[in-house]
């Protein structure tokens, strides 16, 4: 009875000796390498703030806050420029009525000549296989 006391009693220790040895070696390498530790915190930061609702709304109106300020800025813009209307292609269809006129896309400096045919799609049969 002795004998298997003292062989459970060592194989507990080893075991104990192999799991403290393999936890002790993780734990260094993990505190050794700084992105790790930064990694980990930010994690436990972002875990702890998951209750914290009234950052996460106060967050959130600032986002909305930033495009309201913008989207304030492009009607300014849009009327300055004498377009109104409350949709893109509203705002569009009435800066090219006010502007269209005046800018007009260029005509080519030189015509294309007949022998300047367009380009052919590609079918099946212009292909051969030698």
Avoid at 57 to 80: G, M, P
């Amino acid at each position: 009875m002795d004998r298997q006391k003292c062989k459970r009693r060592r194989e507990l220790i080893g075991t104990f000796v192999v799991l403290l040895g393999l936890n002790g070696g993780g734990l260094g390498g993990f505190v050794q390498s700084p992105s790790r530790l930064l990694a980990f915190r930010e994690a436990m930061a972002d875990i702890r703030s998951v209750g914290d609702v009234a950052a996460m709304v106060a967050k959130y109106q600032v986002a909305l806050d930033e495009i309201a300020t913008r989207s304030n800025q492009i009607d300014q813009a849009t009327e300055a420029m004498g377009g109104e209307g409350k949709t893109t292609g509203q705002r569009n269809q009435k800066l090219q009525n006010a502007f269209g006129k005046q800018f007009k896309a260029p005509e080519p400096a030189v015509a294309p000549t007949s022998d300047q045919a367009p380009a052919k799609k590609a079918s099946a049969d212009s292909f051969s296989i030698n």
